[in-house]
């Protein structure tokens, strides 16, 4: 089914006018000897590109194209329909919550330990944890990760060790990047996510060059990359469409669009159809999902996968979300956005939505609820306590890791 609508979307904003203007040419053509050379069989093709000729002179406009439509499963509890191919253990059902539940804690910790001034920064990941975590379950283990910074949820999903996320935020020398990033700026080798860069949308066409090499070496394997629809503005993601499009790279674009980049609101960053628009342009098939419903998000991630490897094709998903936070630690939003609009987001939130649902089917009560989130809190709290605790990298180290042989300037 979704196979369907990922390709359909491209034919209908598309093709679905020329279609139209096709019918009243070939109509027109069977009274107007005029219009009958125009749509000449023997006419030269242009290379690479289908199209009919017409005698109307008109340009496309919002008018000739109907926005790309959004993909959602968790309608309200009573109407929920999971697709026929739709497969997950009750374990999984289960864990998605559970991560959704941790992130969205240790979000809270790691805010408030920022504002007591125990560490330097932070960014949450609030409103956005069905984006993630619905990503994060649907690929493999070996499908590599490059992500922006507000995907804690993906690397928790890998199961990165809660003490890793609070050794990275206090930089101490039990941080793997030594104290040298930002808070935030994750990584791990061993999970296949690949260390955050500050510099918006880098990652992009490094994740390309990745899939390009997955599909060299034959691996049975694709390349997720998460964006903000903020970073989808700057010249890199046009050269990472392109790039994957024309060489057919195994990677699944996932941009996440939650209305903000930083104090710009989308309404001031594009005049289109968001970033949905953009791929039947590049000749990606693409799917606008739902970004607040993990279920919708899970199955629209797990069918581009499945096709992304089988067609050695790129796949955009464009989920619709809402940062509830601040931008960072460094922001506050108030200046640019009423409370009024967040508070009508954080009334059905992502992770109250799928409870509701989970509710519904029996797999979770109040008690466990209460129970499990007290657990999180104590060992999130327990991390913290011990990463505060580490020393600081030493000061040797700065220099260390960056050339393979140390220059003389450098020593
Ligand atoms: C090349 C570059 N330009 C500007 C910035 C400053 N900056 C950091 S985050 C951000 C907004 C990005 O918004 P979006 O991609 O939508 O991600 P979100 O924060 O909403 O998750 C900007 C402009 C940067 N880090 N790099
Ligand atoms: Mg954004």
Not at 35 to 62: H, M, R
Not at 68 to 74: D, Q
Not at 235 to 249: Q, R, Y
Request: hydrophobic share 35%; charged share 25%.
């Amino acid at each position: 089914m979704i196979e369907k609508i990922f390709f359909k979307h491209a034919k209908q904003i598309y093709f679905k006018n020329i279609l139209r203007q096709t019918q009243q040419s070939y109509s027109h053509k069977t009274t107007t000897a005029k219009i009958g050379t125009i749509v000449n069989a023997n006419d030269p093709s242009f290379i690479g590109i289908e199209t009919i000729f017409t005698n109307e002179l008109k340009f496309i406009d919002k008018e000739y194209y109907d926005p790309v439509s959004t993909f959602r499963i968790l309608n309200s509890v009573k109407d929920v329909q999971l697709p026929k191919d739709f497969k997950l253990t009750e374990e999984i059902f289960i864990k998605i919550y559970c991560k959704m539940i941790t992130l969205n804690i240790m979000d809270k910790i790691l805010y408030e330990s920022q504002r007591q001034g125990r560490i330097s920064f932070y960014m949450t990941n609030i409103g956005e944890e069905a984006t993630q975590i619905g990503s994060a379950a649907a690929v493999s283990l070996e499908d590599i990760i490059y992500a922006q910074y507000r995907e804690a949820g993906v690397l928790l999903w890998r199961e990165y060790p809660i003490i890793d996320f609070m050794n990275q935020c206090y930089g101490n020398h039990k941080d793997t990047s030594k104290g040298r990033q930002m808070p935030v700026h994750y990584g791990s080798k061993k999970l296949n996510f690949v260390t955050i860069s500050s510099p918006l949308t880098t990652q992009l066409p490094q994740a390309v060059g990745t899939a390009y090499a997955l599909k060299q070496f034959k691996k049975d394997a694709c390349v997720v990359c998460y964006f903000g629809e903020g970073a989808a503005s700057e010249g890199d993601a046009h050269a990472a469409f392109n790039f994957a499009a024309t060489l057919e790279c195994p990677i699944i674009f996932i941009c996440r669009n939650n209305g903000y980049a930083i104090s710009t609101s989308t309404l001031e960053q594009f005049k289109g159809d968001g970033i949905a628009a953009r791929g039947p342009a590049y000749g990606i098939p693409t799917i606008r999902v739902d970004g607040n419903d993990v279920l919708a998000v899970y199955y629209a991630t797990k069918t581009a996968r499945e096709l992304c490897i089988k067609k050695g094709q790129p796949f955009l998903i464009e989920a619709m979300t809402y940062r509830l936070g601040h931008h960072s630690t460094s922001d506050d939003s108030t200046a640019y956005r009423s409370t009024d609009e967040i508070n009508h987001w954080n009334y059905h939130t992502p992770i109250s939505r799928y409870r509701d649902y989970l509710e519904s089917t029996g797999l979770w009560c109040d008690q466990r609820d209460r129970e499990f989130k007290k657990c999180v809190r104590n060992s999130i709290l327990l991390a913290l306590t011990e990463a505060e605790k580490e020393l600081k990298p030493c000061w040797k180290e700065l220099f260390t890791d960056v050339y393979y042989t140390m220059p003389k300037h450098i020593r």
